[in-house]
């Protein structure tokens, strides 16, 4: 089983590598961050504020717009196209189809991460704006929430077209940076049915926003002990839910 992930994973990172999306997501990324040099003329912060700001979201951004092109792609395409019968039919099992898959994803993610984070702190260095460990965590969270899209959107994958994948795993961000407010309608209702069904979805859905520090970067407030750490290992515990949901829809999947 190892084995068969493994070959899944290496041949999922060089088929996404090999994507056209990939660079144009990676272009419009890395312009829009050493542009946003200028912004810090028109903002009455500081440039090393407006940058770390906006070069967080620029990140979050596209790193939402890679799994959700590559991410649904890569599953999605191979189910609706049926190239998948030429794996399946090998001595491969749908959990290390899966989870080759979600790998293979993941070091693409990676890698692209690595490459727009150096643009970004490039570009902060070349400002003369300081860089604290506060913006290192920052990054580091931001890699872990689009771990959990990636994982959403292999879930998705599993059971729906590509465009409904889509559509879903979008839905899914932006469902999970809202969910703070879906508690606080909850606590507003009178109704104890509405109250029970928001409650249900705030507690069924990610909070994305555990994985936001972009405030504490901009105004160098203090982060609470033991944030990232327990942050870290939401994202990791809410993505391995979601990778066997995959797994036992897709194993279920009549192919």
């Known amino acids: 089983m190892i084995k068969s ?22 272009l419009v990324a890395g312009i829009a ?12 912060f500081s440039r090393g504020q407006v940058m770390a700001d906006f070069g967080l979201a620029t990140m979050s951004l596209t790193g939402l717009l890679l799994a959700v092109f590559i991410g649904v792609g890569m599953l ?20 290390s189809f899966i989870l080759g898959k979600f790998f293979g994803l993941i070091a693409t993610l990676m890698l692209n991460f690595i490459l727009i984070a150096a643009v970004f702190f490039i570009t902060i ?6 860089q ?18 990636v994982a959403a959107a292999i879930f998705f994958s599993s059971f729906t077209t590509p465009t409904l ?13 809202l969910n703070d407010l879906v ?14 069904i928001l409650k249900g979805l705030f507690y069924i859905l990610p909070n994305l926003e555990n994985f936001n520090i972009r405030t504490a970067v901009v105004y160098s407030l203090p982060v609470p002990s033991g944030f990232i750490a327990m942050a870290v ?10 990778l066997l949901l995959s797994i036992a829809l897709f194993s279920r999947k009549d192919l």
């Open 76 to 95: 999605g395409v191979e189910i609706t196209t049926k190239t998948i019968y030429g794996v399946i039919t090998k001595p491969v099992t749908r959990t």
């Open 132 to 149: 604290s460990f506060t913006m290192f965590n920052a990054v580091l969270l931001l890699l872990i929430e689009m771990i959990v899209i």
């Open 125 to 130: 260095r070349v400002m003369g704006a300081g």
């Open 165 to 177: 994948s889509a559509i879903f795993t979008l839905g899914f961000y932006i469902a999970g940076h």
């Open 33 to 44: 961050l050493v542009l946003s040099i200028s912004f810090g003329d028109l903002s009455v």
């Open 233 to 242: 290992l939401y994202g990791f515990l809410y993505a391995s839910m979601l």
């Open 183 to 196: 508690n606080i309608g909850a606590e507003q209702q009178n109704n104890p049915v509405w109250r029970s």
């Open 5 to 26: 992930t493994s070959y899944i994973a290496q041949n999922t990172f060089k088929e996404t590598i090999r994507n056209k999306i990939l660079y144009n997501i990676l």
